[in-house]
């Protein structure tokens, strides 16, 4: 079974704001709190294509394990790791992100995919956000019933956090409206 569902929020700022609210969405010092579940995330490549102008870019997230508690103790982790694929096309104005996990997937498979681009009705001002996100408990042959329930309740976990994640995205944006222009862009 797979357990997957799409939000979309709109973000009354300009993409650029919106997009560098994103790069700093971990780094910040005031989301500890918030993001509490993220444990550390460091970038392990970063590429600029001279031709496209795109900006590939791959991070390392740890997290704090999802699920209920007895299931981190039968699968022996308290922490999951992830890799976060974010590709920025500056001329187009769209940024993709795609985070899997990498370890317990023997037992679970989670792909988020984040896009962020202008938002139709106004294209200057807001930008739209589409995240679909699926998540794959391999069900252990007699428990394909828990298996379910599982996926709805890490379904329920990764719902609560985007919510937060928007929350730090919006405060980050409200402060980068606030910063002098730098003159930077992508």
């Known amino acids: 079974m797979v357990k997957a569902y799409t939000q ?3 973000y009354k700022h300009p993409w650029e704001r919106v997009t560098s609210a994103s790069w700093r969405k971990y780094s910040d010092p005031e989301n ?3 993001l509490n579940h993220v444990l550390a995330v460091d970038t392990l ?3 600029l294509d001279s ?7 791959t991070r390392a997230l ?3 394990a999802p699920g209920p508690w007895f299931i981190r103790k ?3 982790q ?3 790791n992830c890799v976060e694929s974010t590709v920025v096309d500056g001329r187009n104005k769209s940024m993709q992100l795609t985070t899997r996990n990498i370890s317990l997937e023997k037992f679970i498979e989670v792909e988020e995919r984040i896009r962020y681009e202008p938002h139709p009705d106004n294209p200057s001002g807001w930008t739209v956000c589409k995240q679909q996100t699926s998540i794959r408990i391999k ?3 007699a428990l394909a019933s828990m298996a379910e329930k599982l996926e709805q309740k890490c379904a329920e976990r990764f719902m609560k956090n985007s919510v937060k994640g928007r929350e730090v995205m919006e405060r980050i944006c409200k402060y980068l409206e606030s910063e002098p222009a730098s003159g930077v862009s992508l």
């Open 51 to 57: 031709q496209t102008g795109k900006l590939y870019t």
């Open 139 to 141: 069900p252990f042959s």
């Open 62 to 64: 740890i997290i704090h």
């Open 45 to 47: 490549n970063q590429k």
């Open 32 to 34: 500890k709190r918030t």
């Open 74 to 76: 039968i699968v022996g």
């Open 8 to 10: 979309e929020h709109v």
């Open 78 to 80: 308290d922490i999951c």
